[in-house]
């Protein structure tokens, strides 16, 4: 009876792809019940990380990270302010073992053409993160008076203090920052 042969075949091919599908489904829930939870493997974004291995596993959310770091009246992070509560403690080089430089607490005053109030130039928060020849003297001569200033360059032409603010530093649409000292 060649019919009947023919429906036992399929029976028995379909029972076969039936184990075969029960089998792998049975692997992948081994496999899925020997991992660790998931809070371990990744991170929490709500969590800041906890230090130490493994390194990659660091939270890139700006709202968890920054979340307690003092902010300016602009509401940009505060890194001057940061520092100075012991909020952020960044290594003095990127160099393993060279020794940090103390920083230079030295303010230079740089009087306004104009109504705007002065600025006060302090050497304490750059050289907390910068080299005395970073600026000098490329960028400033070291003596006071000696440097042409104007808001335009600075703004418009990136040059002198906007070199790195409204770049690397705090942005200069934040004027009292460095406009600090009241004509008298
Ligand atoms: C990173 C520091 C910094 C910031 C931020 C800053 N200024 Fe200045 N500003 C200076 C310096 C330095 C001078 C040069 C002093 C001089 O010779 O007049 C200056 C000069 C000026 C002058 C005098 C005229 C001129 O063109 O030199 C005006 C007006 C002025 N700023 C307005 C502003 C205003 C408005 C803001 C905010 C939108 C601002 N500044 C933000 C550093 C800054
Ligand atoms: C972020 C830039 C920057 C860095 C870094 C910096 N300075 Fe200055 N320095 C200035 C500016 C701006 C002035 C003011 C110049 C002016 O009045 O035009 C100045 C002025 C000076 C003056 C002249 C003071 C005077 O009364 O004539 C000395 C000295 C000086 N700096 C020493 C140092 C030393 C030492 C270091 C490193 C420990 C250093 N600076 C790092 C920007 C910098
Ligand atoms: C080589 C880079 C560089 C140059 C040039 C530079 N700054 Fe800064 N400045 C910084 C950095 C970095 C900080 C600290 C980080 C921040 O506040 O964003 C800073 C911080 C400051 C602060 C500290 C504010 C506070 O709250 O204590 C003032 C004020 C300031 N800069 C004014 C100036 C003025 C005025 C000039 C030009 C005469 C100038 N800076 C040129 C990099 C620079």
Same mark, same amino acid.
């Given at each position: 009876?060649?019919?009947?042969?023919?429906?036992?075949?399929?029976?028995?091919?379909?029972?076969?792809?039936?184990?075969?599908?029960?089998?792998?489904?049975?692997?992948?829930?081994?496999?899925?019940?020997?991992?660790?939870?998931?809070?371990?493997?990744?991170?929490?974004?709500?969590?800041?990380?906890?230090?130490?291995?493994?390194?990659?596993?660091?939270?890139?959310?700006?709202?968890?990270?920054?979340?307690?770091?003092?902010?300016?009246?602009?509401?940009?992070?505060?890194?001057?302010?940061?520092?100075?509560?012991?909020?952020?403690?960044?290594?003095?080089?990127?160099?393993?073992?060279?020794?940090?430089?103390?920083?230079?607490?030295?303010? $230079?005053?740089?009087?306004?053409?104009?109504?705007?109030?002065? $600025?006060?130039?302090?050497?304490?928060?750059?050289?907390?993160?910068?080299?005395?020849?970073?600026?000098?003297?490329?960028?400033?001569?070291?003596?006071?008076?000696?440097?042409?200033?104007?808001?335009?360059?600075?703004?418009?032409?990136?040059?002198?203090?906007?070199?790195?603010?409204?770049?690397?530093?705090?942005?200069?649409?934040?004027?009292?920052?460095?406009?600090?000292?009241?004509?008298?």
């Amino acid at each position: 009876m060649k019919k009947q042969r023919y429906v036992w075949g399929l029976g028995w091919s379909s029972l076969i792809v039936l184990f075969l599908f029960l089998a792998l489904y049975a692997c992948v829930k081994v496999q899925k019940s020997a991992m660790p939870p998931a809070t371990t493997e990744y991170e929490d974004p709500t969590q800041i990380p906890q230090p130490g291995p493994p390194y990659a596993r660091a939270n890139r959310d700006p709202e968890v990270v920054l979340h307690d770091l003092p902010r300016d009246s602009k509401g940009a992070v505060d890194w001057v302010k940061a520092f100075k509560e012991n909020k952020i403690k960044p290594t003095g080089s990127i160099e393993p073992g060279k020794p940090d430089i103390d920083p230079f607490d030295f303010n $230079v005053e740089i009087k306004t053409i104009g109504e705007m109030p002065d $600025v006060v130039f302090p050497h304490y928060p750059h050289t907390y993160w910068l080299f005395c020849n970073n600026c000098h003297p490329r960028i400033f001569i070291m003596k006071k008076g000696a440097n042409p200033y104007s808001m335009i360059s600075i703004s418009e032409g990136g040059e002198s203090c906007g070199r790195c603010h409204g770049r690397v530093a705090f942005s200069l649409s934040n004027c009292s920052r460095c406009h600090v000292k009241p004509k008298e």
